[in-house]
């Protein structure tokens, strides 16, 4: 289950351990899973398992955004990330929608798609036809293949066929719709695809070549909204400043969604987050980024992954709507021991909690981008969250970072790292 509380006040201030600590009592963690954020997470037996050729682990920092409240249920989302700002701007905005309940989830059923490539069809519309007069038969085939999955209300669902145009002339496709339940699907849909293969060749006349899932999972949507009052958007709770401010993130919106330029960075932000609790949970990130930017430019001119408008009560109304493909059955999450502990850090169930967690995330880490570029600039926070990262890079030694952050940030100047590099000299004088 979701946690009691994610308003975690005061929660940067504590140290390392002691957040862990926090975490574990609020979430009701194990020692081990407590282990697997505080020492090396994964053994090198274990990565010799998941990939070939290991040499090693590589290590990213696990973050905690706070006040999420998705289908009035409260969440603490962990982020394996590594740019600075990213967290923060997540749990900023998360907050700023509480007045109005906070986030709400509609998702689709989790439908993937396997795709079979026929060529050499010698009338591809007979072949469509003949394929769609076994459709029954071709579904129970399907099904067949993994029983487990039927009987938890999963499998092949329908099938439908295609006719493209391509460099090598007309191809028939087939796609089988397979509801995978909790798992992201790809071994399932591999093997239904790989299997009734033959028999799809038989009845088109033609040749299969491919049998692959599609990560363009436009059956397997997120679906997510929030309405954020003026008060909320606003820095002191003054309604005229944050009618202001929603003005602008809304006038931002329209230059995303209509020029692709802008959009490609604007959609980038919103994957700052999706992708990074993707890792956290050992899910397929890469399909999930793919499929994302690919809805995005599916029968249309690549445009935003959200939507921003204003209603009739000068409210901010945000919603957001993407392909999803995420498990919690096989794959690395089942043997990456941090990603474990990270699941159950936000106490989820199913995958259809995991795709709403990830789509609020996209749409709060989008909103506070759309309101630094509105307001102050991207760049004012940003710089300031990742200053400690400039001072270390310019060399500073480990007592001196906290010394010389303060010293910038009362010089007032703009952080650049020369102002950076002034500083760590001067401290050294004295």
């Known amino acids: 289950m979701a946690v009691d509380n994610s308003r975690l006040k005061g929660f940067y201030k504590l140290s390392v ?44 920092p696990i973050g905690v955004a706070t006040n999420f409240i998705i289908d009035d249920e409260h969440y603490l989302v962990p982020f394996v990330v590594e740019e600075a700002s990213v967290v923060a701007a997540a749990s900023n905005m998360a907050k700023r929608c509480h007045a109005k309940g ?26 469509r036809d003949s394929i769609l007069a076994a459709k029954d038969q071709l579904i129970q085939s399907c099904n ?16 439908e066929v295609r006719i493209i145009e391509t460099m090598s002339g007309p191809m028939v496709i087939v796609h089988i719709l397979v509801d995978c339940r909790d798992a992201m699907g790809a071994n399932a849909v591999n093997t239904m695809a790989e299997t009734i293969a033959p028999k799809v060749e038989s009845l088109s006349g033609g040749t299969v070549i491919l049998r692959i899932i599609s990560n363009l999972a436009i059956h397997r949507l997120a ?17 005229a400043q944050g009618s202001e401010v929603i003005d602008g993130v809304i006038q931002a919106y329209h230059f995303a969604a209509a020029d692709p330029f802008r959009a490609t960075t604007h959609n ?45 009560e000068g409210n901010l109304v945000g919603s957001i709507e993407c392909p999803m493909a995420v ?31 990830m789509a609020a995330a996209g749409m709060a880490q989008n909103l506070g981008a759309l309101r630094a570029l509105a307001t102050v600039g991207i760049q004012a926070g940003h710089m300031k ?3 400690k990262n400039m001072i270390s890079a310019a060399g500073a030694m480990d007592h001196e970072i906290d010394i010389v952050a303060n010293m910038v940030k009362q010089s007032g100047e703009r952080i650049t790292m020369a102002i950076v590099e002034t500083a760590i000299l001067e401290i050294r004088e004295k």
Request: glycine share 8%; with cysteine.
């Open 17 to 60: 351990p002691e957040r862990r600590d926090k975490l574990a009592e609020i979430a009701g963690l194990t020692d081990e899973q407590v282990q697997a954020w505080a020492n090396a997470e994964l053994s090198e037996e274990a990565a010799d398992r998941m990939i070939e050729n290991v040499v090693g682990r590589y290590s990213l």
């Open 102 to 127: 906070g986030f709400r989830s509609n998702n689709t059923d989790p439908i993937m798609i396997g795709q079979i490539q026929i060529v050499d069809c010698e009338d591809p519309e007979a072949s």
């Open 144 to 159: 067949e293949v993994d029983p487990i999955l039927v009987k938890f209300g999963g499998g092949c669902k329908d099938v």
């Open 223 to 239: 679906r997510v909204s929030a309405i954020f009052t003026a008060e909320e958007m606003s820095d002191k709770g003054d309604p």
């Open 268 to 312: 980038k932000g919103i994957m700052n987050a999706i992708s990074p609790i993707a890792i956290a949970c050992g899910q397929d990130w890469r399909a999930i980024e793919s499929g994302a930017h690919s809805y995005c430019a599916h029968e249309k001119q690549y445009s935003s992954m959200t939507h921003w408008e204003k209603d009739s």
């Open 327 to 357: 498990g919690l059955v096989g794959g690395a999450v089942r043997i990456h021991p941090g990603a474990q502990a990270n699941v159950a850090l936000l106490g989820i169930k199913s995958a259809n909690d995991l795709a709403k967690v």
């Open 385 to 387: 969250l990742h200053l």
